[in-house]
């Protein structure tokens, strides 16, 4: 350091590593203002996008998933049709573009995954990271068990006659004949093979499983070179699902009855918004809807280039998620319109998840003309929208480890990804089972609902209480040469934790309080009975085994919070830091944080702290 800059007490710190595009250097100075530097490096050896255009489409098939088409439909309907908007636009002004515009953001500085990246920030901040890579193979674990099935619904399409149309055993005593419904009947008895409950794991499906395998090989084809194969994947699977949405839609709207069904839909009841649980399901949608809180927008966003437009990117994303969802209510509710007209159904039935996309609407695609033909687009467009989600969420565990944390420096990328999927692969097995739906039902309501919320939250505390918004401004303009929108520093530091801890606080009390329910296969239990499931809670064994996930998947945050202190002081100063930014953005230096003398260099790399 020059004399100068001893005198004014200069704290340097080198947040990149020297295989990132840029190295950058915090400064605080007493006499001059902080300010952010960048040097640019000659090669990126990360890889990165092709262009822009795989960019966006990557980060818009990872947000518009399954959900979007099966889940935002069926609460815009619970929760007052068109009223439902008005909460569900205010979270994402509020939640879902500051969250999605701070995931891009932090990515596309630090040039790292999801554990480098917090880590860069303060090396106590790196559970987070952790976190993220194991609540997205998690994520993976399962979500491809759902394209499975989708697989084994698109090949069974090819059939003369529809399996799920009528009823194979057509004597009285059938189950399938007493129940009248041979879209559930076929759902649960020869897609699931369900068992009696959620520690029966008989009844082995050995269709599901190999579709279960060509799902895995499809993912492996995208993600087996990272965002160079994906991104030319997204071109036709981020795509090609708005085709078939399109078909879909010119299709339904002109079915007998889809009038009924769009204005049931859309037919708004302001009534409703005085009930919290409205609030409350809009913002859950918002925020998984987005894939927040999974680190995979983070992977995304560090391939691109250090100047860009990140706040651009975050809007169009957003937007263009939710617009789908918006848009897929039409096609869904068009076409449950339909099915309440050929006296099938009823609108007042709630369904939502595999009962809306494997049972009611199959029971409308089987009645109209030609219903292969609507039965393959449909299951198209599902396989599509989770095979961008799942590639997404998967390179977003991979790229913290294998690019970032080289675990596997000596060994070709294309082997680290088939590792991935046949390790994955082998442990989504039993999800093939009798109980693998049951399995499924605690993975979605504790593992990916709980954790994921905890994620998130650190990650608002990491930039707003931490690193200090002011400082993450800074680094937003030079990347983009425009500062963020003032509200959006006051959502990352206080709207956005607030409605979190809101959301947090109020599942994890619902879910004490009452133990979350699922459907049971029962078949048909005596001579007399027509219903072949019924709704049980779930055992103290699931209960269980649901916290331990959650456990799993939050308990990096303080494990590494401990064993990256340097010494008894560390963590003191570390959440006094957090105090003292509550009554100014104060700029991130390692000073404040190790409480060291301010001529010290401090070099951050992976998380390591080092004097020179």
């Given at each position: 350091?020059?004399?100068?800059?001893?005198?004014?007490?200069?704290?340097?710190?080198?947040?990149?590593?020297?295989?990132?595009?840029?190295?950058?250097?915090?400064?605080?100075?007493?006499?001059?203002?902080?300010?952010?530097?960048?040097?640019?490096?000659?090669?990126?050896?990360?890889?990165?996008?092709?262009?822009?255009?795989?960019?966006?489409?990557?980060?818009?098939?990872?947000?518009?998933?399954?959900?979007?088409?099966?889940?935002?439909?069926?609460?815009?309907?619970?929760?007052?049709?068109?009223?439902?908007?008005?909460?569900?636009?205010?979270?994402?002004?509020?939640?879902?573009?500051?969250?999605?515009?701070?995931?891009?953001?932090?990515?596309?500085?630090?040039?790292?995954?999801?554990?480098?990246?917090?880590?860069?920030?303060?090396?106590?901040?790196?559970?987070?990271?952790?976190?993220?890579?194991?609540?997205?193979?998690?994520?993976?674990?399962?979500?491809?068990?759902?394209?499975?099935?989708?697989?084994?619904?698109?090949?069974?399409?090819?059939?003369?006659?529809?399996?799920?149309?009528?009823?194979?055993?057509?004597?009285?005593?059938?189950?399938?004949?007493?129940?009248?419904?041979?879209?559930?009947?076929?759902?649960?008895?020869?897609?699931?093979?369900?068992?009696?409950?959620?520690?029966?794991?008989?009844?082995?499906?050995?269709?599901?499983?190999?579709?279960?395998?060509?799902?895995?090989?499809?993912?492996?084809?995208?993600?087996?070179?990272?965002?160079?194969?994906?991104?030319?994947?997204?071109?036709?699977?981020?795509?090609?699902?708005?085709?078939?949405?399109?078909?879909?839609?010119?299709?339904?709207?002109?079915?007998?009855?889809?009038?009924?069904?769009?204005?049931?839909?859309?037919?708004?009841?302001?009534?409703?918004?005085?009930?919290?649980?409205?609030?409350?399901?809009?913002?859950?949608?918002?925020?998984?809807?987005?894939?927040?809180?999974?680190?995979?927008?983070?992977?995304?966003?560090?391939?691109?280039?250090?100047?860009?437009?990140?706040?651009?990117?975050?809007?169009?994303?957003?937007?263009?998620?939710?617009?789908?969802?918006?848009?897929?209510?039409?096609?869904?509710?068009?076409?449950?319109?339909?099915?309440?007209?050929?006296?099938?159904?009823?609108?007042?039935?709630?369904?939502?998840?595999?009962?809306?996309?494997?049972?009611?609407?199959?029971?409308?695609?089987?009645?109209?003309?030609?219903?292969?033909?609507?039965?393959?687009?449909?299951?198209?467009?599902?396989?599509?929208?989770?095979?961008?989600?799942?590639?997404?969420?998967?390179?977003?565990?991979?790229?913290?480890?294998?690019?970032?944390?080289?675990?596997?420096?000596?060994?070709?990328?294309?082997?680290?990804?088939?590792?991935?999927?046949?390790?994955?692969?082998?442990?989504?097995?039993?999800?093939?089972?009798?109980?693998?739906?049951?399995?499924?039902?605690?993975?979605?309501?504790?593992?990916?609902?709980?954790?994921?919320?905890?994620?998130?939250?650190?990650?608002?505390?990491?930039?707003?209480?931490?690193?200090?918004?002011?400082n993450m401004s800074k680094a937003i303009t030079?990347?983009?040469?425009?500062?963020?929108?003032?509200?959006?520093?006051?959502?990352?530091?206080?709207?956005?934790?607030?409605?979190?801890?809101?959301?947090?606080?109020?599942?994890?009390?619902?879910?004490?309080?009452?133990?979350?329910?699922?459907?049971?296969?029962?078949?048909?239990?005596?001579?007399?009975?027509?219903?072949?499931?019924?709704?049980?809670?779930?055992?103290?064994?699931?209960?269980?085994?649901?916290?331990?996930?959650?456990?799993?998947?939050?308990?990096?945050?303080?494990?590494?919070?401990?064993?990256?202190?340097?010494?008894?002081?560390?963590?003191?100063?570390?959440?006094?830091?957090?105090?003292?930014?509550?009554?100014?953005?104060?700029?991130?230096?390692m000073e404040s944080l190790y409480q060291r003398?301010?001529?010290?260099?401090?070099?951050?790399?992976d998380g390591v702290k080092t004097e020179t």
């Amino acid at each position: 350091m020059t004399d100068k800059a001893e005198e004014a007490g200069e704290v340097h710190v080198n947040l990149a590593a020297s295989n990132k595009i840029s190295d950058v250097s915090l400064v605080k100075s007493d006499e001059d203002p902080p300010k952010v530097e960048v040097q640019p490096k000659e090669k990126d050896e990360r890889g990165a996008w092709g262009n822009k255009v795989e960019y966006l489409l990557a980060c818009i098939g990872l947000a518009v998933g399954l959900g979007n088409v099966w889940r935002f439909p069926y609460l815009c309907q619970k929760h007052g049709g068109g009223a439902f908007l008005v909460p569900y636009f205010i979270c994402l002004i509020l939640e879902g573009i500051p969250m999605m515009y701070l995931e891009m953001a932090v990515g596309q500085f630090f040039r790292s995954g999801s554990i480098n990246c917090w880590s860069k920030i303060h090396p106590m901040l790196r559970g987070i990271g952790v976190g993220c890579v194991c609540i997205s193979l998690l994520l993976c674990l399962y979500y491809v068990v759902i394209i499975a099935r989708c697989f084994l619904y698109f090949f069974n399409s090819f059939r003369a006659v529809l399996p799920f149309t009528k009823c194979v055993d057509i004597s009285a005593a059938s189950c399938c004949v007493k129940s009248g419904d041979a879209a559930e009947y076929y759902w649960w008895n020869d897609v699931l093979n369900a068992s009696s409950g959620f520690d029966d794991v008989s009844n082995f499906n050995w269709k599901l499983l190999g579709c279960l395998a060509f799902a895995w090989v499809i993912v492996y084809i995208c993600v087996f070179k990272g965002v160079e194969s994906s991104g030319k994947a997204v071109y036709f699977t981020a795509t090609f699902p708005y085709v078939c949405l399109i078909i879909l839609f010119f299709r339904g709207v002109t079915l007998p009855g889809a009038g009924d069904g769009v204005l049931y839909y859309i037919k708004p009841s302001f009534e409703r918004l005085g009930d919290g649980q409205v609030w409350l399901d809009a913002a859950t949608q918002i925020f998984f809807s987005l894939s927040l809180g999974f680190g995979a927008l983070v992977a995304f966003a560090s391939y691109v280039p250090y100047k860009n437009s990140v706040g651009r990117d975050a809007m169009i994303v957003s937007i263009v998620n939710c617009g789908t969802s918006v848009f897929a209510g039409f096609v869904i509710y068009s076409i449950l319109g339909y099915r309440q007209h050929m006296g099938i159904g009823n609108l007042e039935e709630e369904a939502s998840g595999s009962g809306l996309a494997f049972v009611a609407i199959s029971q409308a695609v089987s009645e109209m003309s030609a219903p292969f033909i609507w039965s393959l687009l449909f299951f198209t467009m599902l396989i599509l929208l989770g095979l961008d989600s799942e590639f997404g969420t998967l390179e977003g565990a991979v790229t913290p480890l294998v690019i970032d944390m080289k675990l596997f420096p000596n060994v070709r990328k294309e082997l680290v990804s088939a590792g991935f999927a046949v390790v994955l692969f082998v442990l989504g097995i039993g999800f093939c089972s009798g109980g693998g739906e049951y399995m499924i039902v605690i993975f979605d309501t504790y593992g990916m609902n709980i954790p994921v919320l905890i994620l998130a939250l650190s990650e608002c505390l990491a930039i707003g209480w931490v690193f200090g918004t002011d400082n993450m401004s800074k680094a937003i303009t030079d990347m983009q040469g425009s500062p963020p929108p003032k509200y959006i520093t006051i959502c990352w530091k206080y709207i956005s934790p607030f409605l979190l801890i809101v959301i947090f606080l109020v599942t994890f009390i619902q879910n004490m309080i009452k133990a979350p329910s699922y459907n049971v296969y029962t078949g048909c239990v005596n001579a007399t009975s027509t219903d072949i499931v019924k709704e049980v809670p779930l055992p103290w064994s699931a209960q269980l085994l649901g916290w331990i996930i959650v456990v799993f998947a939050v308990i990096p945050i303080p494990i590494f919070m401990v064993l990256n202190r340097k010494s008894e002081a560390d963590l003191g100063a570390f959440f006094k830091s957090i105090i003292m930014s509550v009554k100014e953005d104060r700029y991130y230096d390692m000073e404040s944080l190790y409480q060291r003398p301010a001529k010290v260099l401090f070099n951050v790399e992976d998380g390591v702290k080092t004097e020179t």
